[in-house]
């Protein structure tokens, strides 16, 4: 123990704070009386600046772990989320390589093309009350059949407020 440490414990017992104890004077009464030169101060500055780049130091480390947790989350995160996208995109590979199979096995040129449109049509209509459905259904059925099917007739005969047009599909 250093006479350093020893004048801190005496001045404790005798009632000082340890803002009083921690002071500059200390040292530098220690250093008065021991005719030691800068010694105690030297010692006390070698202290106090220790135990500031300590307290810097914890709480670098502390702002590390932070981070360290944070991008931990985030990797987390970011595989969840590449997990789910690879699941979509092999049902949709499958969904693809299901569709181009049934359209291999389509017995004509024709066929093959009606249900390629009519992929498009499924693809991009969307449908929100029972008015739409019927309307995508006769829109499908009139795709299927090349024309077979007028749709515009057809859906007048469902809303009579739907202008009378004559459209008709020309064969090939």
């Not at 020893?6 to 017992?13: A, G, I, Q, S």
């Not at 970011?78 to 199979?101: P, Q, S």
């Not at 008015?131 to 077979?148: E, K």
């Amino acid at each position: 123990m250093t006479g350093l440490d020893c004048l801190r414990e005496e001045l404790e017992r005798r009632g000082f704070t340890k803002s009083q104890i921690d002071s500059k004077v200390v040292p530098a009464v220690l250093d008065i009386i021991a005719s030691s030169g800068s010694k105690y101060s030297d010692m006390w500055k070698s202290e106090t600046d220790a135990s500031k780049r300590l307290k810097e130091t914890e709480e670098t480390i502390r702002w590390n772990e932070r981070s360290i947790e944070q991008q931990k989350a985030l990797l987390s995160k970011y595989e969840e989320e590449t997990k789910t996208v690879m699941e979509h995109r092999k049902h949709c590979e499958d969904y693809i390589d299901e569709f181009n199979k049934s359209l291999r096995e389509c017995e004509t040129q024709e066929g093959r093309d009606a249900m390629r449109i009519a992929q498009m049509y499924v693809n991009s209509v969307d449908v929100d009350t029972k008015y739409d459905n019927t309307a995508y259904i006769i829109g499908l059925a009139a795709i299927l059949s090349r024309g077979g099917i007028n749709a515009i007739n057809e859906l007048h005969k469902i809303n009579k407020k739907l202008p009378t047009i004559s459209i008709y599909a020309q064969r090939i």
